[in-house]
């Protein structure tokens, strides 16, 4: 798949658990575990804007294209 999610790298820099974020963005840790996994086929755009509050970054840092 060419989008390649950097949830668990920008978690890892931050030192945030998963747990700590799922609580933070108010999703299960479950939710947010097929997200870390790339499986996920879709994400809300107010998920993935209440990951940038979280984390302070932006969508970019959070998932990219790989051709």
Do not use: W
């Not at 390649?4 to 840790?29: G, M, S, W, Y």
């Not at 097929?34 to 979280?54: D, H, N, P, V």
């Amino acid at each position: 798949m060419p989008i390649h999610v950097n949830l668990d790298q920008l978690l890892k820099e931050r030192h945030i658990k998963a747990k700590d974020l799922a609580l933070a963005i108010d999703i299960t840790e479950a939710n947010l575990s097929i997200l870390k996994s790339g499986k996920a086929k879709a994400i809300r755009f107010t998920t993935l804007e209440a990951i940038c509050q979280a984390l302070n970054c932006q969508p970019g840092d959070i998932i990219e294209y790989i051709p």
